[in-house]
Nanobody, 115 residues
């Protein structure tokens, strides 16, 4: 059974930084698109950033210039470097691994940004 494990969440002051990590399924990692999503209380889950197998990336407008997604295929891990954090970034952050026939989610990690 595929298991994605997120880590790195926590409490940080506005303007601070956090780095999230997601350890994913190794056997299919290099051919997978990896994404970070978030869900704030009372809101729908939204895409934060995605990195495709070839390395191309896309970001939500709200995080462009502040967040950076990267991947290490040798470790089967995707990262989300979050800088200049704002209170509105507070949410549960989820990792997602997708391919043609599969779509896996992690359990999420809480990020709280205090003002």
């Amino acid at each position: 059974q595929v298991q994605l494990v997120e880590s790195g969440g926590g409490l940080v002051q506005a303007g601070g930084s956090l780095r999230l990590s997601c350890a994913a399924s190794r056997s299919i990692f290099s051919i997978s698109s990896m994404g970070w999503y978030r869900q704030a209380p009372g809101k729908q889950r939204e895409l934060v950033a995605v990195i495709r197998s070839g390395g191309g990336t896309n970001y939500a407008d709200s995080v462009k210039g502040r967040f950076t997604i990267s991947r290490d295929n040798t470790k089967a891990t995707v990262y989300l470097q979050m800088n200049s954090l704002k209170p509105e970034d507070t949410a549960i952050y989820y990792c997602r691994q997708t391919g043609g026939l599969y779509d896996y989610w992690g359990q999420g990690t809480q990020v709280t940004v205090s003002s």
